[in-house]
C-alpha cells in the first residue's frame, strides 16, 4: 500500500535548514521515539504506534541518502506489528520554507488494515513529524 503527503515547513531563517542534516534531531520529530543510535552509516530508533486496532513498537532504521545545505533525503524502513513500512523522506528547501515529501510503503498486517485507516493513521504522524521539525 502506497502512502503519500506533502507539505511546506516554515523557517525561522534562510539559514535554519541546516537543523534538518542532523539525523538525532530528525529522528527523534517522530513521535514514540525514545533514543536514536548510531550503527555505521544507519540510523536505528524504537517507536511505537497504533494504527486501528494494533499498537506496538516498530524498529526503525534509517540513513541519509543525501544531505546538503539546500537538500536532505532519508531512506529507512519501520518493521514490527507483522510489517514493514519502506519510506523516503524528502526536504528541499525553498528560501525560508522547506518543502517535504514523505513516500511510503506498508506491507504485512498494516495493510491488511485498509487504505482509509491507515492513511488516516499515517497522516496522522506524518503531520506530528512536520508540527515537532517546525518547531525544532
Do not use: C
Not at 503519500?4 to 534538518?20: H, P, T
Not at 521515539?33 to 516498530?58: C, F, Q
Not at 499515517?122 to 517546525?134: E, F, G, T, Y
Amino acid at each position: 500500500m502506497e502512502l503519500r503527503y506533502e507539505g511546506y515547513i516554515d523557517l525561522k531563517s534562510d539559514a535554519d535548514f541546516a537543523k534538518f542534516l542532523n539525523p538525532e534531531l530528525v529522528g527523534k520529530a517522530f513521535p514514540g521515539v525514545a533514543s536514536i543510535t548510531k550503527d555505521g552509516d544507519w540510523y536505528r530508533a524504537r517507536m511505537t504506534i497504533g494504527i486501528g486496532g494494533l499498537r506496538g513498537p516498530m524498529d526503525v532504521k534509517f540513513r541519509y541518502a543525501e544531505a546538503s545545505e539546500n537538500k536532505v533525503v532519508v531512506v529507512g524502513s519501520a518493521s514490527g506489528l507483522q510489517s514493514t513500512v519502506d519510506f523516503t523522506l524528502q526536504l528541499i528547501k525553498e528560501g525560508v520554507r522547506a518543502h517535504w515529501v514523505f513516500v511510503g510503503n506498508a506491507r504485512g498486517l498494516i495493510s491488511a488494515l485498509g487504505k482509509p485507516i491507515v492513511d488516516a493513521a499515517a497522516k496522522s504522524i506524518v503531520d506530528q513529524v512536520v508540527r515537532n521539525l517546525q518547531s525544532l
